[in-house]
């Protein structure tokens, strides 16, 4: 029984952007060759922390559960992590075979559990599903959030499966949006957050954009306190997660709409 190596190649196609995690293509609780079944999750994980703080407890595992407990990682911005290409612990016990750990990919998004979800995020999920589904000659029916296949469990929070498997249809036909009408700065890849990163040409870049949105904020290039209460009172706003750092989800809401 073969691993799944093919899962970052079929990520790639979202278009959205894609991280191989080391190690993946061998990590797994044994080869895993078939696949009948998607199960979104959400990862109930921190808050605060970045795109996604997850990653090590869905690589490496929790007290009394070992990693890896997903094969992709979702995080806030739509990027995708591709964590194992073997079986994982990600959904037992199953009410369906299909869905079981033997036979599914899971995909752990992250979510506290109580957040709005960013719209690029459900755009990537969306894609993301509907991509393994054309890979694997699936349907939109049988991706299934964990709550569905699972008694227990109450994720992927506030959203209506019959309505998420509606979008990962459309997808499939290519009737879904393009994978981002963003038009922004690329993401400089580092967090910009206090204590401050000084002469920073990406926090200048950011705070220059801010102050042209009408914020009351310094551009010095330092990522200061000034700076980090303009970032929490945007994030609020905004209705993203309020941890007073830019990471990708922040920097991208920066550029989408004036903000007064």
């Known amino acids: 029984m073969p691993y799944l190596t093919q899962l970052a190649e079929v990520a790639r196609r979202t278009g959205y952007p894609v991280t191989e995690i080391e190690g993946w293509k061998s990590r797994g609780h044994g080869e895993q060759a078939h696949v009948q079944g998607v199960v979104a999750h959400h990862t109930a994980g921190p808050k605060a922390g970045g795109d996604y703080p997850s990653l090590n407890t869905v690589k490496n595992g929790r007290p009394g559960l070992d990693g890896p407990l997903s094969h992709f990682g979702l995080g806030r911005s739509g990027h995708i992590y591709v964590i194992a290409a073997g079986r994982c612990w990600h959904n037992a016990p199953s009410t369906g075979l299909k869905w079981s750990n033997s036979y599914s990919i899971g995909i752990e998004a992250e979510n ?9 995020q459900l755009d990537a999920y969306y894609k993301l599903c509907a991509e393994i589904c054309k890979e694997w000659n ?21 959203l209506n499966m019959n309505d998420f498997r509606s979008e990962v249809a459309k997808e499939m036909t290519g009737a879904g949006h393009p994978a981002s009408s963003v038009k922004a700065p690329a993401w400089p890849g580092v967090y910009l957050k206090y204590p401050p990163t000084t002469n920073n040409s990406a926090v200048k870049t950011w705070q220059t954009k801010m102050k042209s949105r009408g914020w009351s904020i310094t551009v010095d290039g ?6 980090e209460k303009v970032c929490l009172q945007f994030q609020k706003e905004k209705g993203l997660p309020a941890d007073g750092i830019v990471g990708p989800v922040t920097w ?6 004036p903000v007064t």
């Open 112 to 120: 506290d559990g109580k957040q709005a979800w960013p719209k690029e």
């Open 138 to 158: 699936l349907s939109a029916s049988v991706v299934k959030g964990h709550k569905e296949v699972n008694t227990a469990k109450i994720d992927p929070h506030s």
């Open 222 to 227: 330092i990522y200061g306190p000034d700076s």
């Open 252 to 257: 991208r809401a920066t550029w989408e709409e």
